[in-house]
Structures are given as C-alpha cells and as structure tokens.
C-alpha cells in the first residue's frame, strides 16, 4: 500500500511523436563521376520523446536516422536533441544537444551558425545536426538575450562516392583537419540579441570558435584517387538580421562578417516577401519572395551565392489537405548558372503526407560550383507517414 | 427593469442610460456591442482545447485538435497561443497573436521541424484559418474598436429575446465581408448566431453558437460552435472543452521563448 502511495503522479504531457518515410530520387542524365549510382531509394524514420515537469522543465529527446540504397554517406543516424529545459523564473537553460535557429530570409541562412548542415539530407543546408550546448536565454523588456556555451564540434556531412549531387572529388570526412590542436573538442561561444519594436524585428548576434563550412582542400595520394579534404578554421562572425513589417511587404535583410588569422568577408541577403490572398476567387493565397545574394569574395566564394537574384513562389490553397507548391529560382548575375526547385506536397487522410519535388541545375560555366551537378536533374517523390 | 437593474450592477449608472436611452442606432448598436465587451471584461486568463471537424458537401470529415492559451490585456487586444496536435504533420505548430485595437495585429508562426519563428503579415484576414470555413478575423479576438455598429431591431429567436445588430469592419480593404449581422439574447449578452456578407454583399456564411456554459460566475463561453459555408456547401465544427480560466498566464507565457518552447 504504502509503495503505491509514494510513486510519484505525473498527470501531464508524455509523448512519444515522430514519423516513417520512403524516398525515390530518379536522375535523367547518366552521372560524371565514377562510382556514383544512377538512381536511389531510401528510407527514414524519427522519433521523438518529450516529457514535460509539473514546473514547465522538459525534457526532449529526437533521434533521426535513414538508411539509402546508393550512398553510405547518406545512410546515418544522428541525435538531433537530447536536452533538458531548465524554466527558471525569467530566464531558460537548455543543457544537452539541442538545435536553434536565427535569422529571417528563405534563400541563405546566413546568420544562423550555431548548428551544422546535415549536407548528406538537403542541398539546400536547412537540415541540421544536433549541437551540445548550454543555452541560457533572457526574454527581457529590451529584447531577448541568447548566451550559448557550445562545447564539441560537428563536422558537416558530404554526400560519398555512389551519390549524387556531389562535386566531381569525394568529400574524405573520416580525416577532416583543424586549424586549433582542441579539434573538435574546440569549445565556441555565441551570443544573441533579438528584440521586436512595433513593425521591426531586430537580431544582433556573434559566433566565436570553430566555422561551420570548412576549407575543402584537394589532397592526392598514391595510387587512391583524388580526394577533398575538410579543414575547418577559427572564425569570428558578427551577424546582423532585421525585418519590416510593411502591408503586404515584409522586408529582410540579414549580414555577416566574418574575419579569422589574416583575412575576412563580408556577405549579405536582402529581398522581400509580398503576398496575394484569395487569389483565383477562392481561399487560395500566393507568397512571392524575392531576394538578392552577395558575397564580396566574388567568385572565389566556396558558395555559389555570390552574385545571385532569387525568385521563390509559393502557392498555399488553403484547403483540408494543406495542399502546396514551391518554386524557386537561383539565377546567377555574373554567368547564366541558375538552379530551379519545383516542389508539390499534399496530405493524404489524417497522417501521410507526400512531397514531390523536381531540380534542375541549368547552364553552370566550369567556374560555378554548381558545374559539377550539371547532370544531377532530379525528380524526388516522397511519403512520411506521422504518428 | 430587471435588465436595467443588472446592467446597472454591472455596467455602472451613467453607461446603462446612454445604452437605455441610445438615441440612433449606431449609438445603440455600439452600446449593446460594448455591454457584451464589459460583461467578460475581467477573465484574466484562460486556456481550452478545441476539436474542429471540417466537412465538405459530400458530408466527409477531417479532425483537427488544438490548444489555446489566451491573456486579457489592459487598454489592447487579447495576446493568444494556439498549437496543434493534429493533423500529425504541423504536430506542435502553433501561433502567437498580439491583437490590437488598432492597426495590425502581429502574428508569429512557429515551425517545430526547423525551430523556426516566423513573423507572419496580419493582412490576411479573410483566408481560410487551416482549411476551415473560419477566416482568421472570425477567430480573432473581437475588440471593439475594429467595427462601427448599428442596432437593427429587437426580436425573438428560439425563443430568447435578442437584440438584432450589424457591425462593419474598420479595415474595408483586408476584410472579407461588408457587414456582419448578430443575434446577441437581452438577458446576457451572448452572441447565439451570425451572418456574414461577402464583398458583394451576398451571405456567405452562418455561424451558430450552441451549449453556452458560465465559468468563473461571470464568463459565458459556447460549448460549440458550428460556420456554414451558403456558397461552397462546406461547415466547421468547434467543439471546446476543458476551459480553465485564471490559471495564472501572465505576459511570459505569449512571448517568442514561450513560442518555441509549445509543444
């Protein structure tokens, strides 16, 4: 009796949430390289558990993993978050893995540092690796201020031979090489302003410790084909991110520079989203999104955004399925490069959600990054179901 | 005379006789809307979760489960959090909502797969709030001074006797109606059905409130409430439960932390 009486009672939120999905990725053109596969198939699945205190604390833990028919690179797992949420009285600590994201604008996530690109899961560096941290965040009158204490380095993932969408050389990730002797046992730090006044939104922040894109540096071997090695560097980046909420308008504009031993950049983001509602005479709305890429390093940029005018439109119809379609346009203003994304995805009932999305990498010169994936043109059909 | 008497306790003596004695409809009109106003002024607080059912012509149903927190704010509008658990995929998306009395509102989505915080434009008021036939101004928190109002006529409905009004949106050029008839019973204030007029002018849409309950021995809420759509043959249902209101919800808890942390 007595046992029963002291088990402790807890009448609030246990949950146990994630999804299963199935991927095919078709290419039209045969591949460049050696060792890469014509098409892929893949499956993922994640789950999170989240429980939550009596006080509010929480504690989080989402695990990821996909296993791919073409590229051992992309078959992984990672921890995407194993935290615990401290709610202190004004304040919040957040001790373990965890993922943040900063800034505003949809084409390049300039400001946002803290977490690594997951590179083997989207082309586009949204998805992200879990990153150890101590995150206090202070909501205060004059804005939130974010501390991040970010002890042990992630190493970005880089599609491996078989796969496609990669650059003519293999990236080598298994004998990455630093620029600080702590390697990636480096501690970074970061701090974050962020604070809303009437139609703005205002994000200062600063990252100090290890760079997130590494240095890919060619490195031959006898008798082994050439590879790419990763180097990652010391850097400092200042970041700057504000929004205006105008009407119809809202203008971004996110910046950064970064500095580290003996040289430095600066790149910037800047567009606007305007959107249409209750277009076609029913419920349907259309968001345009048009923004402007800059890099001052010019064409020596490790990214292909250095000089770059991008179109995104995205129609929402509004409707039980939550049925939408993306499309986005990168064009480069130097050379004819551009990229095109064209993304469709629906629910089907209450718990299946299905994406198909195509890409084409269209009139790259040999200069363009984006010359290696030349013939990486894709159709990639998708179905997650959720529980 | 017993109305007069409750409005007087509740209401204050110099306001009840400028609603008994309203001497035009618009004054009339704007005074039973601010009687409704100051008979749930006080709440605090409170919290509920919500079954909307979506259904199409064919009469098939989709279910959507959702969680509100909503604080009263002194002098603006309400400050509100809603998060979904269902469908499956936006589980833990929700969004936060600054009314104001004037202007815009400001809104802020979350996006648990990318833990993103986007602030979103209020503009759009007439599109359709997660594929229901609610539009966000029908689920927005209804302040005042966002119409102008008219008092129609004094009848009968289901046997209450009601007040019959019209109210105009302020913001002609993001509303999507041109005018909104209530039926609003004498003896509390509670709104029990609503028209809604399209830009043309035609009805649009009915709103009915049903299975109205007092929580903490002042505030009605509706037990339900369902939205016909006359032009597209679809309805919603909403069905609220567990209101707690008072729970101590204070500013921190409608901020972009708290946002993040909804799940």
Known sequence: ?387 | MKQIFAAILIGGLFFTSSAVLAETPEEKGLAIATEADLRDKGFGDNTANLMMILRNRHGQESKREIRTKTLEVEGDGDKSLSIFDTPRDVKGTAFLTFTHKVGDDDQWLYLPALKRVKRISSRNKSGSFMGSEFAYEDIASQEIEKYTYKWIEDSKLDGKDVFVTEQYPVDKANSGYTRIRSWLDKAEYRVWKTEFYDRKKTLLKTLTFFDYKQYAGKHWRPGAMEIVNHQNGKSTRLEFSEYKFKTGLADEDFNNNSLKRAK
Request: glycine content about 10%; proline content about 3%; hydrophobic content about 40%.
């Open chain 1, 1 to 387: 009796m007595a046992l029963v009486v002291c088990l402790p009672v807890y009448a609030n939120a246990l949950e146990l949430t994630g999804y299963l999905s199935a991927e095919g990725s078709l290419f039209i053109d045969e591949p460049l390289y050696t060792g890469q596969e014509q098409n892929a198939g893949s499956g993922a699945g994640q789950v999170e558990f989240y429980h939550e205190l009596e006080s509010g604390s929480s504690f989080t833990a989402t695990v990821f993993a996909r296993a791919d028919s073409a590229d051992n690179e992309r078959s992984h797992a990672d921890l995407r978050e194993f935290n615990f949420l401290y709610l202190g009285d004004g304040w919040e600590l957040r001790t373990g893995v965890g993922k943040v994201f900063w800034g505003v604008t949809e084409f390049s996530h300039l400001v946002d540092i803290v977490n690594q690109s997951d590179g083997v899961e989207s082309i586009d560096g949204e998805e992200k690796l879990g990153q150890p941290m101590l995150h206090l965040s202070v909501p205060a009158d004059i804005g939130t201020f974010d501390f991040f204490i970010l002890p042990g380095f992630r190493e970005r993932t880089f599609p491996g031979e078989k796969g496609r969408l990669r650059y003519p050389l293999v990236v080598d990730t298994s004998n990455a090489t630093y620029e600080n002797a702590d390697e990636e046992c480096h501690i970074d730090f970061a701090v974050r302003y962020s604070h809303t006044i009437g139609d703005w939104d205002i994000g200062l922040s600063h990252f100090s410790g290890t760079g997130r894109d590494p240095q890919l540096r060619y490195k031959e071997t006898i008798g082994v084909a050439p590879v790419l090695v990763p180097h990652y560097i010391q850097i400092q980046q200042s970041g700057v991110d504000l929004q205006l909420m105008a009407g119809d308008f809202i203008w971004k504009l996110e910046a950064i520079h970064r500095s580290w031993d003996g040289d430095s950049y600066t790149a910037a983001d800047i567009g606007f989203e305007y959107f249409f509602y209750g277009v076609f005479d029913s419920g349907a709305d259309i968001g345009t999104i048009v923004e402007y890429l800059y890099d001052d390093r010019g064409r020596d940029a490790e990214t292909p955004y250095n000089n770059d005018i991008t179109l995104g439109l995205r129609l929402a119809l509004n409707d039980v399925d939550s049925t939408e379609l993306l499309t986005g346009l990168v064009q480069d203003l130097d050379t004819s490069a551009r990229a095109v994304v064209v993304e469709g995805s629906r629910r089907f009932g209450d718990s299946i959600r299905s994406t198909l999305e195509a890409g084409a990498f269209l009139d790259a010169p040999e200069t363009d990054p984006l010359y290696g994936f030349r013939n990486d043109s894709y159709l990639k059909l998708e179905a997650a179901w959720y529980f």
